[in-house]
């Protein structure tokens, strides 16, 4: 499995901007399909945004569409989410994650099999 590592969250005032990475190493995340998803204390993990393997294709939940954007370059080992006009709700620790070849653009949780431990991401009103 390929191992992941989130980072650029922090606090912002609502309407700001923050980037997220996801820096992969152990494999190269070329032929990974992968995702953001993220948790707010009290709920179940959910998607965010998808990505296939060679960057070509996207996938947005309806919560973020028009705001976030999802891209990587695998010549970095890298994923990103871009968020833009962040809302308070979407407070939440934010994962990166990767999926089997055979699962791209998938929404469910239980398709990716290799996980970052988050960053933590807050957004005051």
């Known amino acids: 499995q390929v191992q992941l590592v989130e980072s650029g969250g922090g606090l912002v005032q609502a309407g700001g901007s923050l980037r997220l990475s996801c820096a992969a190493s152990?494999?190269?995340?070329?032929?990974?399909?992968m995702g953001w998803f993220r948790q707010a204390p009290g709920n179940e993990r959910e998607f965010v945004a998808a990505?296939?393997?060679?960057?070509?294709?996207?996938n947005y939940a309806d919560s973020v569409k028009g705001r976030f954007t999802i891209s990587r370059d695998n010549a970095k080992n890298t994923m990103y989410l871009q968020m833009n006009s962040l809302k308070p709700e979407a407070t939440a620790v934010y994962y990166c994650?990767?999926?089997?070849?055979?699962?791209?653009?998938?929404?469910?949780?239980?398709?990716?099999?290799?996980w970052g431990q988050g960053t933590q991401v807050t957004v005051s009103s």
């Open positions: 994650a990767a999926a089997p070849i055979f699962w791209p653009l998938a929404t469910s949780s239980q398709r990716y099999n290799s």
């Open positions: 152990g494999r190269t995340i070329s032929v990974y399909p």
């Open positions: 990505i296939t393997s060679n960057g070509g294709n996207t």
